[in-house]
T-cell receptor, first 116, second 113 residues
Framework: GAVVSQHPSWVICKSGTSVKIECRSL??????MFWYRQFPKQSLMLMAT?????????EQGVEKDKFLINHASLTLSTLTVTSAHPEDSSFYIC????????????FGPGTRLTVL | AQSVAQPEDQVNVAEGNPLTVKCTYS??????LFWYVQYPNRGLQFLLK??????LVKGSYGFEAEFNKSQTSFHLKKPSALVSDSALYFC???????????FGTGTKLQVIP
């Protein structure tokens, strides 16, 4: 299957700083990427849909000014957690979808964010 | 709105025995159904999907799933469980033609040696 990478795989930062997470589709072009958040022992919650060349679509309850998404190219989407706080600590996973109605999503390995 | 239910938080099965992880769904129109597996601190790995065609879908690592439209179910099965199958399993659904995927809450599978 297609490969999606994330960088970094883990990050520890101080409260109040901003953290950028990259999601790349390595061997296919993705017009749409998705960002999920997963709390311990819980399911994935969709945060936003990232569209290449346009603004991201955020799910209800997700602060767009706190979680900045940029989809600058067909192979790269970034999620920036601005002014991070301990409650933002979580596992962030991106996915990239193939085009077409039968296209499946391929998931990145995830980024563990810990805010001190 | 689409939704997925995985009624069991955890399933325990002895190594070598058959396993079943349950999933039911709700979606408008024809469902696109998926199973993913997650190992600790890792992303999701695709196991199998149902789009159309045969109700019995075969996937990776010997897993299969049966689509039952009348019961709106898509249970994951494997004839003989391995200890290495122990992981967290997620069922997911998407309405055809729209890429937003909804995940179930996950079922932890524990295979006992």
């Amino acid at each position: 299957g297609a490969v999606v990478s994330q960088h970094p795989s883990w990050v520890i930062c101080k409260s109040g700083t901003s953290v950028k997470i990259e999601c790349r589709s390595l061997d296919f072009q993705a017009t749409t990427m998705f960002w999920y958040r997963q709390f311990p022992k819980q399911s994935l919650m969709l945060m936003a849909t990232s569209n290449e060349g346009s603004k991201a679509t955020y799910e209800q309850g997700v602060e767009k000014d706190k979680f900045l998404i940029n989809h600058a190219s067909l192979t790269l989407s970034t999620l920036t957690v601005t002014s991070a706080h301990p409650e933002d600590s979580s596992f962030y996973i991106c996915s990239a979808g193939q085009s077409g109605p039968e296209g499946e999503q391929f998931f990145g390995p995830g980024t563990r964010l810990t805010v001190l | 709105a689409q939704s997925v239910a995985q009624p069991e938080d955890q399933v325990n099965v002895a190594e070598g025995n058959p396993l079943t992880v349950k999933c039911t769904y709700s979606v408008s129109g024809n469902p696109y159904l998926f199973w993913y597996v997650q190992y600790p601190n890792r992303g999701l790995q695709f196991l199998l999907k149902y789009i159309t065609g045969d109700n019995l879908v075969k996937g990776s690592y010997g897993f299969e799933a049966e689509f039952n439209k009348s019961q709106t179910s898509f249970h994951l099965k494997k004839p003989s469980a391995l200890v290495s199958d122990s992981a967290l399993y997620f069922c997911a659904v998407r309405a055809g033609g729209y890429q937003k995927v909804t995940f179930g809450t996950g079922t932890k599978l524990q295979v006992i040696p």
